[in-house]
């Protein structure tokens, strides 16, 4: 008889490979994550740029980074998981990846990075509110989550943005996360 099984593969391995990829930045001094695992402006001629623009949600700043995205992911990315599957969870992932890189290098100050997988963390909230999504019905709770969470990214950015608070979060980053899942969310109840 079975105790443990695996029943997450995309969320363990995900899990997993941005351990090691911390553990790498820590031996190599943050260069690792400056090469690879961080998102900033540079140029298009550089073709590590292009992985960059997925990397960038494997690399994380510390342990507290790191274990304060993945609680979640493991918390809700199992449920996410079996809902929808693998191959589409990863699609998702990868997706808001892309979008979330993609607009943070061309939109952010020069100077300025990120990296972390709290845009997925954000995508995995919203998209996981759609579960409950039955027969034309809208659950009480996603429109809560969905006012709780961007709500309060909102006001974050533009507290960044008047220079009232810098807290070093990328809140555009949550917010497109966010979108994403709700994207996701929509389009995995219409087909």
């Not at 105790?3 to 941005?18: G, K």
Request: proline fraction near 3%; glycine fraction near 8%.
């Amino acid at each position: 008889m079975e105790f443990i099984y695996l029943n997450a593969p995309v969320i363990l391995v995900y899990s997993v490979i941005s351990l090691m990829v911390l553990i790498i930045n820590k031996v190599t001094r943050g260069n690792s994550d400056v090469l690879l695992f961080s998102i900033y402006k540079s140029s298009p001629f550089n073709p590590l740029t292009y992985v960059r623009l997925i990397g960038h949600i494997l690399g994380h700043a510390n342990m507290q980074h790191y274990l304060s995205n993945f609680l979640l992911i493991l918390l809700i990315g199992p449920i996410l998981e079996d809902k929808y599957g693998s191959i589409y969870l990863t699609i998702m992932i990868l997706i808001t990846a892309f979008v979330s890189g993609l607009l943070y290098a061309i939109f952010s100050k020069r100077g300025t990075s990120v990296k972390g997988a709290s845009g997925v963390v954000f995508m995995m909230i919203l998209l996981s509110s759609f579960v409950n999504v039955s027969e034309g019905r809208i659950p009480i709770t996603l429109i809560i989550v969905a006012i709780m969470y961007i709500g309060k990214e909102f006001i974050g950015e533009a507290a960044k943005a008047l220079n009232i608070k810098n807290d070093n979060v990328a809140h555009a980053m949550h917010i497109l996360g966010g979108l994403c899942g709700a994207a996701f969310g929509v389009y995995m109840y219409l087909i």
